[in-house]
């Protein structure tokens, strides 16, 4: 095992509409303090009761998914809790995973795509 699942980003227009949307869905808190994340107009997370995370992310000129429309696909990406970030960026890469953003030593995550192209993060725990 390199990761533990931290979070599902959805990408979306409106952060604060979609966080309040799934809180009423499954209750939890909306933007509750975690270290693991910055806040902001372009962030949200929504913490359930049962622990899982989801965080919404602003996307410009967002373009909504229409399933099963592959020219809309599905948009959302995992982020990966990893101890130690630069042993886990070696091990993703060498089981088929690309880099697509190194972690420049100045933000604790790196971003990766997976061998169908689909990106998710590794994040330091």
Partial sequence: MIANLQCVVLDCADVV????FYQSLLG???NQPD???SLGEGWATLHTGGGFVLA???VEDH?????P????????????GVKDLERAQEDVLKRGAT???ASDGKRSWGIFADP???PFCLVRD
């Fill in 17 to 20: 509409e979609l966080s309040r």
């Fill in 28 to 30: 939890g808190v909306v």
């Fill in 35 to 37: 270290p693991r994340w």
């Fill in 56 to 58: 919404f992310q602003r």
């Fill in 63 to 67: 373009r909504p998914p229409q399933w």
């Fill in 69 to 80: 429309d592959s020219a809309h696909p599905q948009q959302f990406h995992l982020d990966l």
């Fill in 99 to 101: 880099l697509l953003d």
């Fill in 116 to 118: 169908a192209g689909h």
